[in-house]
């Protein structure tokens, strides 16, 4: 079976020692908070990809402050193992644009650095908090 590839790019978006969370249901039906992310469209970079991603699942438009490591993990998507490659961002909101997609995301939150943990569950979030803080 081959194995799958898959790269995305997201934004960690601080405002005042806060940072922007979103809610989504993942592919096994849980319910989790994490970092706004997504995939990259034919052609994109990852930089404008994940200042798009930022947008339409938080409806706030960013502007980059600067690069934070890529993140990789493992995960299976229909008995399919995939290999994900995350580029990740830091970001500023600039300005308040929309509302969330309210197809993928339930909510979002602004949360301390301090509450990152209780909100967080995925290695590759709590791995780009440390990065952060």
């Not at 960690?12 to 993942?26: A, D, M, S």
């Amino acid at each position: 079976m081959k194995k799958a590839e898959e790269y995305a790019a997201g934004g960690i978006v601080e405002r005042r020692g806060k940072l922007l969370l979103v809610q989504v249901t993942n592919l096994k039906g849980e319910v989790k908070w994490t970092f706004p992310k997504g995939h990259l469209e034919k052609g994109e970079k990852p930089l404008d990809a994940a200042l798009r991603e930022v947008e339409e699942e938080t409806g706030w438009r960013c502007e980059p402050s600067g690069k934070l490591p890529d993140v990789q993990y493992w995960f299976n998507r229909n008995g399919r193992p995939v290999h994900k490659r995350v580029s990740w961002y830091r970001m500023r909101p600039v300005k308040k644009t929309g509302k969330p997609d309210a197809l993928e995301i339930m909510k979002t939150r602004w949360v301390t650095l301090e509450s990152g943990p209780k909100y967080l569950s995925y290695p590759g979030d709590l791995k780009i908090l440390k990065e952060v803080s």
